[in-house]
């Protein structure tokens, strides 16, 4: 199909459910600022929704073959962003790391005190031999993005690579940092999170 937005949603889906990417690209484009909006409005975090963002929609595309099953789009879509806010505080509340933040919180009443903390030694040597271990694509746009502050539409311009690109390769980036460190014995979900603060 052509990127035309005008289709019907059940028309959509059905090409989607056949496979059809730019059908999906035009599912994405209707939704997505919303789905965006609401998870920002949750975690207060622009990395963190944005990573939940391309979860919801990376899991809606891989499973398309049921796609057509999903009735009222729009509702789907909020209660799926809402479950996974939610479950995202579960696991990061469950940690000992976010305990040991709630508490310095607590204390201290100063956030980036408390992620300063956390990111102090070994940990922090940590997360920088996590980054040291990405392909030297991801290192890049990682390091563009979380180092010199850059958006995806600025690193897509200086590296010549798509906006879609460059946000796949970040989540692709971030899930293998998160990886690497929950084999080290770190929760690299929370970790990200305070590191990510740090920077913005």
């Known amino acids: 199909m052509s990127a035309d937005s005008n289709y019907s949603e059940i028309e959509i889906l059905r090409l989607i459910a056949e496979g059809d990417e730019q059908a999906f690209t035009v599912l ?45 789009m729009d509702a789907f879509l909020s209660k799926v962003a809402y479950n996974k806010a939610i479950s995202f505080f579960r696991y990061t509340a469950s940690q000992r790391k976010m305990q040991q933040y709630v508490a310095q919180q607590m204390e201290h009443a100063q ?31 990682f390091t563009l993005s979380r180092e010199q502050g850059l958006t995806h539409e600025q690193i897509a311009s200086q590296l010549n690579l798509s906006t879609q690109t460059v946000k796949k390769t970040m989540s692709n980036a971030l899930s293998a940092i998160r990886e690497f460190l929950h084999k080290r014995g770190v929760e690299g979900a929370l970790l990200l999170y305070f590191y990510m603060e740090s920077k913005k």
């Open 28 to 72: 994405y484009n209707r939704y997505w600022n919303k789905v965006y909006t609401y998870l920002l409005r949750m975690t207060k975090s622009h990395e963190i929704a944005e990573e939940l963002l391309y979860d919801i929609f990376t899991k809606l595309w891989t499973g398309r073959e049921l796609i057509t099953e999903i009735q009222h």
């Open 111 to 141: 956030v980036d005190d408390a992620a300063d903390k956390l990111l102090e030694g070994e940990t922090r040597e940590l997360l920088q031999e996590a980054i040291r271990q990405l392909s030297p694509q991801r290192k890049l746009v």
